[in-house]
């Protein structure tokens, strides 16, 4: 919820409201900055009587058409949609070119890049944990501290791809290490000089965040033992 701004959480609230007649709280696997996309967002709360199908319709004829609900879990008592969380996985997307269909949905980027540097440089990322150079400034967060799994760059025809895995990200992280590996693309930045600014835990140092636009939340993946049988 925002004291300044619209947000998902703020309909999915109402909706909620509206449908059961009575003030429901959620909570989120975690906040995406503003522009941020979400295919898959995991979402808890406490109801008192049984989540049906029928609520996922009716919750979707009441929620805007940019908000949608796909599915729900029954989980333990103590289960927490962002605590619990033991992967989250990202997917940044660039178009090579121009096309109207996917506006405020990818970075449209036509300058040549050699992903096979980047690749090389994204490989770097998994050799370390403290992302400090990576994130915004003036976080509230006890630590800087990530384990990645896998970060990789693709391409198919005029689109590339980066997906990026970890237990947890810090706040900006994904667009930075975007907006910090295209240099690398490009021939200005170097795979070394990409290791020394993660080494050098200062954001002054990395490239400027990738656009929002861009950037999805695509997988967030829980342990068995939180789900109801």
């Not at 959620?26 to 503003?34: C, E, H, I, L, Q």
């Not at 080494?199 to 068995?224: M, W």
Request: glycine share 4%; hydrophobic share 40%; proline share 3%.
């Amino acid at each position: 919820m925002q004291q300044n701004a619209h947000s998902v959480q703020q309909e999915l609230e109402n909706a909620l409201k509206m449908l059961f007649g009575k003030t429901i709280e959620t909570t989120a696997s975690g906040r995406t900055d503003t522009g941020v996309h979400a295919e898959q967002q995991i979402v808890h709360f406490d109801l008192d009587t049984e989540f049906t199908d029928n609520h996922i319709f009716k919750l979707n004829c009441i929620l805007p058409k940019d908000v949608a609900v796909k599915d729900f879990f029954p989980v333990q008592k103590d289960a927490h949609a962002r605590f619990d969380a033991t992967s989250r996985m990202y997917e940044y997307r660039i178009s090579r070119v121009k096309n109207p269909f996917l506006i405020d949905n990818v970075y449209f980027f036509d300058r040549p890049l050699d992903l096979n540097k980047m690749n090389e440089a994204a490989t770097a990322l998994l050799h370390h944990r403290d992302f400090e150079a990576l994130s915004k400034v003036h976080t509230d967060v006890k630590n800087f501290l990530c384990d990645i799994h896998f970060a990789h760059w693709k391409e198919k025809n005029n689109m590339i791809f980066f997906e990026i895995e970890a237990n947890r990200f810090l706040r900006g992280m994904v667009r930075t290490i975007v907006g910090s590996l295209l240099p690398v693309g490009m021939g200005k930045l170097s795979v070394e000089e990409f290791e020394k600014i993660l080494l050098s835990k200062d954001r002054r140092k990395a490239g400027a965040a990738a656009p929002a636009e861009g950037l999805f939340l695509t997988r967030i993946q829980y342990p068995d033992r939180i789900y109801l049988e």
